[in-house]
């Protein structure tokens, strides 16, 4: 059975990034709306290792979810302040720090997916050394997906044109670097827009693909362990990040995307909307999406 959850963290930025909407009013209104789950963010004031540190505190943070009818499918690590490209040890430190506490709340919780980024923000540093930055990116990412495996947790990797290694042939090169079964991609269609079809914010020599996303997901079958569905207009947000616009305003062709990820090999139960930062009333933008991908979905065969 195919299901939709709507990420938490698009009510703490955009037109909420000065006043969050507090995480029981967002499983709430979820609920409402007709999402089957969230996933959840791991930032304040949503669900964070500090605000939940403990098992009985993230008892009480399922129970919220369950109360309501709902799932959670994944969780995304508050990793963004542990910039480990240089490999520096008080980094590296920080990083596995964080990571292992949010394994844990995941595993606490029994949240199946575990989603993590390279966090440098691109265009990339004057000092950026890439041979050590993917050498110490591809150590990190085999020992984050160690850990996971031993805790029965999918690691997600979800590339952004934001971040450094946003190359297709970048993406499938960690990919078969990190090597391992617990290692997987999270595929965002804003950030596959921008990446194989716009080439934004690319170190060095610009690389697009000739098949546009479709392309890039064949080559990354059998490797996606999660997906964000949300439309892109092609354009970068405040140059850091790929704009993500309501769907049908953008440039993503969906009736083709969402049977290619099927196609190679996703197993398509969760589907997960991303609406990113929105301006005007978000809520308003969240009904209509959900509304879009279910019938998206009801088109499909299996």
Not at 13 to 28: K, Q, W
Not at 214 to 222: P, Q, R, S, Y
Request: net charge negative; aromatic share 10%.
């Amino acid at each position: 059975m195919r299901q939709l959850s709507i990420g938490t963290w698009s009510f703490t930025v955009g037109a909420y990034a000065g006043r969050p909407e507090d995480l029981d009013t967002v499983i709430r209104r979820a609920a409402e709306i007709g999402y089957d789950g969230v996933a959840l963010g791991g930032f304040t004031p949503h669900a964070s290792v500090e605000l939940y540190p403990t098992p009985s505190s993230r008892r009480e943070l399922m129970r919220k979810v369950q109360d309501c009818g709902l799932s959670v499918n994944s969780y995304a690590a508050d990793l963004l302040d542990c910039d480990f490209h240089t490999g520096a040890s008080e980094a590296l430190g920080k990083y596995r720090e964080r990571f292992e506490r949010s394994l844990e709340l995941c595993a606490d919780c029994e949240i199946p997916i575990i989603r993590v980024d390279t966090v440098t923000m691109t265009p990339y540093p004057p000092e950026f050394d890439y041979q050590r930055a993917w050498d110490t990116t591809v150590a990190l990412f085999a020992e984050n997906a160690a850990k996971a495996r031993t805790a029965g947790v999918l690691v997600a990797w979800e590339f952004e044109p934001g971040r450094l290694f946003n190359k297709p042939a970048e993406i499938l090169s960690i990919l078969q670097a990190v090597d391992e079964s617990s290692f997987t991609i999270q595929y965002d269609t804003a950030h596959g827009q921008l990446c194989a079809v716009v080439g934004a914010h690319q170190y060095g020599q610009r690389e697009t693909l000739a098949g546009g996303q479709e392309e890039l997901i064949e080559a990354l079958a059998g490797r996606i362990g999660d997906v964000h569905l949300i439309d892109s207009d092609g354009t970068m947000r405040n140059d850091t990040n790929s704009n993500k616009v309501p769907f049908g305003t953008g440039a993503v062709d969906f009736r083709r995307i969402v049977p290619a990820l099927l196609q190679a090999g996703y197993p398509g139960r969760w589907w997960t909307v991303d609406l990113g930062p929105q301006e005007g009333d978000v809520w308003a933008v969240a009904r209509k999406a959900h509304r879009y991908v279910s019938e998206l979905l009801e088109g499909l065969p299996g």
